[in-house]
């Protein structure tokens, strides 16, 4: 219990540094960097609707369709974390004069994924498009979550270049580029994804757990532990450590807390789901 408030004091932390460098730097400089919190931007100077409204009704339909990809733990954290998102980006005032533009989007890309990283690595999210992109990928199997992900940022920045002014377009990107990396670096590893090597005793429930709970594929070595002599099965997966990074560590654990986990860095992956 102990730790799991931790853990809920951490995405409250996390999500509060989110915000802030939202709400202070790159909603009063325009910059839409991608995302629900870049639509939200938008709507916010076109409209003048609150931020939080917006990131909540955006938020909602995306959670109900892709709920079947989240495991119940993961899910109540992401609600948590979404509904606190939105009171947050309410509570947190949007300064009338915004910073330098460079300024903005450096510090702003900075503190959001400073904030995301932290909700992520606590085996939360808070909403957004990674789940559209998810949806989209298993609908188009030929075309990969990152190139859909990549089609959506690509789609709200334009439009904030079309709305706003093609230099804010351009500030954009360079924000979420260093968000991006702040979020890689947050969960450990530049890597966008992660080779996981598992040694258990328990190697067939793992795996099954895997397949079942997420969606992704798991090849059994045949191993021998030189000490006890014993035949084991070392299981290989490769999956998005930054969706799906702490969702294995946390699914390993609560199968078998002595399982022997080797997360290796990635430099390319080919193939289906990648």
């Given at each position: 219990m102990k730790k799991k408030i931790f853990e809920y004091l951490l995405i409250t932390i996390g999500v509060g540094v989110a915000v802030a460098g939202l709400n202070i730097f790159l909603v009063p400089g325009r910059i839409a960097a991608g995302g629900v919190s870049g639509i939200a931007t938008i709507l916010y100077h076109l409209w003048n609707v609150p931020l939080g409204l917006s990131i909540i009704v955006l938020n909602i339909p995306l959670f109900v369709f892709g709920i079947k990809f989240l495991g119940k733990n993961f899910a109540v954290?992401?609600?948590?974390?979404?509904?606190?998102?939105?009171?947050?980006?309410?509570?947190?005032?949007?300064?009338?004069?915004?910073?330098?533009?460079?300024?903005?989007?450096?510090?702003?890309?900075?503190?959001?994924?400073?904030?995301?990283?932290?909700?992520?690595?606590?085996?939360?999210?808070?909403?957004?498009?990674?789940?559209?992109?998810?949806?989209?990928?298993e609908k188009f199997r030929t075309i990969g979550l990152g190139a859909f992900l990549f089609g959506i940022d690509f789609i709200i920045i334009a439009a904030a270049g079309i709305v706003f002014d093609p230099e804010v377009a351009l500030y954009?990107?360079?924000?979420?580029?260093?968000?991006?990396?702040?979020?890689?670096?947050?969960?450990?590893?530049?890597?966008?994804?992660?080779?996981?090597?598992?040694?258990?005793?328990?190697?067939?429930?793992?795996?099954?757990?895997?397949?079942?709970?997420m969606d992704r594929g798991v090849t059994s070595f045949a191993g021998k532990g030189h000490y006890s002599k014993k035949d084991k099965d070392i299981l290989l997966c490769v999956l998005k450590w930054r969706t799906e990074g702490a969702r294995l560590k946390k699914l390993v654990k609560a199968i078998d807390k002595d399982a022997f986990v080797i997360v290796a860095d990635v430099k390319e992956v080919l193939g289906e789901g990648f």
């Open positions: 954290r992401t609600v948590y974390a979404l509904v606190l998102y939105s009171v947050a980006a309410e509570l947190i005032p949007v300064p009338a004069e915004s910073f330098d533009p460079f300024i903005a989007c450096i510090y702003g890309g900075v503190l959001v994924g400073v904030g995301i990283g932290l909700v992520v690595r606590m085996g939360g999210t808070t909403g957004g498009t990674d789940m559209a992109a998810k949806l989209l990928s954009a990107i360079a924000s979420l580029f260093v968000t991006t990396k702040v979020i890689d670096f947050m969960t450990v590893g530049l890597s966008a994804s992660k080779a996981f090597y598992i040694i258990s005793e328990k190697s067939d429930e793992i795996a099954d757990a895997i397949l079942t709970q």
